[in-house]
Structures are given as C-alpha cells and as structure tokens.
C-alpha cells in the first residue's frame, strides 16, 4: 500500500530562516500533491497544490517543489515568522482518485519557529 | 457562507452509545469527505460523496459507522454502540468538481469515549 512519510520530528527554527519540511512517498506517483497548514484543535487549510508535470510553485513566502524521481516534495517557508508555528501536512491524490479528491495524508510535521 | 460547518465541536460519550455529527458543506461543493484523525497522526479517508452519492468508504469504516447525505447538501455520520478506539477527531472536508482542487476543512468533531 502507498506510504507517505514526512520529517518525525519536530523542526524548531530560529525567526528569519528558511524553514525546510520533507515528504517522501512509496509506490506510483500522485496525480498532485498538497501542502496543508493545521492549527492545534483546528482543521486543515489549505496552502499549495503541485501537479506531477510540474517541478516548483510559489506562493508569496511559501515554495513546493515536486521529484516524481526521487518521489519527494519539499516545502519551504522562507523569512520563517512565529506565527507559522504549525503543524504541517502533506497530502497527495492518486491517478484514480483524481476524479474524486480524495487524499492521502503523511503523519504531518510540527513546524516551531522562536522569535 | 463561511466555510464548512461541524456540529458538535466536542462530544463525550460512554462507551456503547450511538453519536451522530453533522457537516454542513460549502454550499456550491458537491463533493463532501469525512476523514478521521488521531493525536499526532494525519487525517485518514473515510467516506467519500458526490451530491448524495456515497462513491466511496474505507476499509476504516466498520459496520458500526454509516453516513449520509440526504438530499446532497448536509451530511451525517453517526457511529453505534462506541469503542473507546473511536476516540479521535472526525473531519469534514467539501471540495468543487474541478480538477484537481483543494479540500475545504471545517473544524471538525472531537470525539471522546469514556
């Protein structure tokens, strides 16, 4: 079955630097993958979406790349703020499941950044 | 409309006892979710519905976990006679049927069986 691993351990950071989350999957390759944000005792939101032809998106201070070679996908938070003291999950959705959205989700990584 | 809308957001029940959340979609999506998530875990697939059409269910969900979606707008999911292993928080998620779009998370349900 499909394996979806994302750093285990908690990334502290100073304010300032580049914060560098990993995802890293087994078996075929997503249709796309997503980044989520998930606050304690709060839902997911949505932050990025990168399809399997595409090697890199942005979005204001936030970058997503995507190696269907190396199946991994990194997620980068430069000019890192406390506020983005989160925990972050990567998802992905399969060829199959394209047409329904549904999504896998990694165990999630606990982002801290100190001022 | 502000989003997907989770009722209750806390529920604590003995063990044995039937619960039933509530999700109230963005009111365009057709498609709607309900996943599961543990302490430290990711959210995990459970059901899957287009309109009122329940397309998929996860091996997750026993036979003591039924949902629906009457009439395609709100959605319910009600689990019986609870474990103690049901505790977690279940999500709710809607999305468009555009391709390759993002979920839309409501707060979720926090379910504690004492």
């Known amino acids: 079955s499909q394996k979806i691993e994302q750093n285990s351990e908690a990334l502290n950071i100073q304010e300032g630097k580049t914060a560098t989350l990993t995802c890293n999957y087994t078996?075929?390759?997503?249709?796309?993958l997503q980044w989520y944000r998930q606050d304690p005792g709060r839902g997911p939101v949505f932050l990025l979406l990168?399809?399997?032809?595409?090697k890199e998106k942005r979005k204001e201070r936030l970058k997503v790349t995507f190696d269907t070679t190396l199946k991994q996908s990194l997620f980068h938070i430069t000019a890192s703020q406390p506020a983005d003291s989160a925990t972050y999950l990567c998802?992905?959705?399969?060829?199959?499941?394209?047409?329904?959205?549904?999504?896998?989700f990694g165990q999630g990584t606990t982002l801290q950044v100190k001022p | 409309d502000t989003g997907v809308s989770q009722n209750p957001r806390h529920k604590i029940t003995k063990r044995g006892q039937n619960v039933t959340f509530r999700c109230d979609p963005i009111?365009?999506?057709?498609?709607l979710y309900w996943y599961r998530q543990t302490l430290g875990q990711g959210p995990e697939f459970l059901t899957y519905?287009?309109?009122?059409?329940?397309?998929?269910k996860s091996r997750l969900l026993s036979d003591r976990f039924s949902a629906e979606r009457p009439k395609g707008s709100f959605s319910t999911l009600e689990i019986q006679r609870t474990e103690q292993g049901d505790s977690a928080m279940y999500l709710c998620?809607?999305?468009?049927?555009?391709?390759?779009?993002?979920?839309?998370f409501g707060q979720g349900t926090r379910l504690t069986v004492v």
């Open positions: 078996n075929y390759s997503p249709a796309y």
């Open positions: 519905f287009q309109n009122e059409a329940q397309l998929e």
């Open positions: 990168i399809r399997e032809n595409e």
């Open positions: 998620a809607s999305s468009s049927s555009d391709l390759d779009t993002e979920a839309f």
């Open positions: 009111s365009e999506h057709n498609r």
């Open positions: 998802a992905l959705a399969f060829p199959g499941a394209s047409n329904t959205g549904k999504l896998i």
